[in-house]
């Protein structure tokens, strides 16, 4: 069984940036899968953010975070990023990657094999 594990939460001011990295905690090759962000703000629904598949860089990103959010795979370290520049109070969630769903150009599947535990982002003045 796969195990992911986040990095690079934290709380950052409107129009600031974080990047958080994904990887497996016991060894498992992300390096020919796909990769899921999701987000989870309290009393709303979880959300597909960006996906990527790694076996041809194919990538999808919610419209909310289009062009603001950059999804990347480092093959050599094993760790998929998302770069989240410009955000906002609205981008204020839970983000937990997942692997092994549906990751299309215009589709980001609800369904994934493992998920890791999550890392808070919070978007404040």
């Known amino acids: 069984q796969v195990q992911l594990v986040e990095s690079g939460g934290g709380a950052v001011q409107p129009g600031g940036s974080l990047r958080l990295s994904c990887t497996s905690s016991?060894?498992?090759?992300?390096?020919?899968?796909?990769i899921g962000w999701f987000r989870q703000a309290p009393g709303k629904e979880r959300e597909g953010v960006s996906c990527?598949?790694?076996?041809?860089?194919?990538?999808y990103y919610v419209e909310a975070v289009k062009g603001r959010f950059t999804i990347s795979s480092d093959k050599v370290r094993d760790v998929i990023y998302l770069q989240m520049d410009t955000l906002k109070p609205e981008d204020t969630a839970t983000y937990t990657c997942?692997?092994?769903?549906?990751?299309?150009?215009?589709?980001?599947?609800?369904?994934?094999?493992?998920w890791g535990e999550g890392t808070q982002i919070t978007v404040s003045s």
């Open positions: 997942a692997i092994g769903g549906v990751c299309g150009s215009d589709v980001m599947g609800p369904r994934w094999d493992a």
């Open positions: 016991n060894g498992f090759d992300l390096r020919y899968t796909a």
């Open positions: 990527i598949r790694n076996h041809d860089g194919l990538t």
